[in-house]
């Protein structure tokens, strides 16, 4: 049985997204379509597994938040071109995620690490940004109908949002629509468990794969 040679235009793409070089990553995007390659086919076979390998460095320690973020940034330079693409063509994506970091809490930095390895993974993300308060969540299930709820809190002071958001999102009738999954650097295995989420993770990676297993 033969097997399709590797493409080397992807393989090019996969370690200019992996290096974090964004005008490569654009330019060998285009030049892939050019070519005639299908967009699912680049992300499958290009975006995702660069962003999986970069995110495989962060939590090995071989990578830093800014070597994940510039890769992060040549992911999105290589998407501009892919995303529409997509949608013209109605292909799914691998699920959609509301996330934000919880009322109270200013910091974005670890979100915004997620969220970028979440849509490199082929995930639909509506980033809510920073101090978002357990309204604003019930409102945005309402509106975009995600399979999961990300809550991140990087302050121990506001770790009880956490649990605040969740029981909103009960007593607004949401809860058994989606999964909810918490993170941040306060965060526990035990404490997502109390909170009533369905899953924890410790870094911007585990959260890519944890968000795969709940749309699962």
């Known amino acids: 049985m033969s097997t399709a040679a590797p493409n080397p235009t992807l393989d090019q793409l996969r370690d200019a997204v992996i290096n974090g070089h964004a005008k490569a990553a654009a330019s060998l995007t285009a030049d ?18 660069a962003m999986d390998e970069a995110g495989r460095l ?4 071989e990578f830093f938040v800014p070597e994940l973020l510039v890769a992060a940034r040549a992911m999105k330079a290589a998407q501009a071109l892919i995303t529409p693409l997509l949608a013209a063509a109605g292909v799914a994506s691998r699920g959609k995620i509301v996330i934000g970091t919880v009322k109270g809490d200013l910091h974005d930095i670890g979100k915004n690490l997620v969220v970028a390895l ?72 035990r404490f997502a468990r109390d909170c009533g989420a369905d899953g924890y993770a410790d870094n911007a990676a585990t959260a890519v794969a944890l968000a795969r297993t709940l749309v699962r």
């Open 118 to 189: 979440l849509q490199g993974g082929g995930f639909e993300v509506v980033d809510l940004g920073a101090d978002v308060s357990p309204e604003s969540f019930v409102a945005a299930v309402r509106d975009h109908a995600p399979d999961v709820v990300g809550l991140s809190a990087l302050l121990t002071t506001t770790m009880l949002q956490m649990q605040q958001t969740i029981r909103a999102l009960g007593e607004a009738g949401l809860r058994d629509r989606v999964k909810v999954m918490v993170g941040g650097a306060p965060i526990t295995d």
């Open 32 to 49: 892939a379509l050019a070519s005639g390659l299908g967009a699912q086919e680049i992300v499958d076979t290009a975006l995702i597994p």
């Open 58 to 61: 962060f939590d090995q320690g």
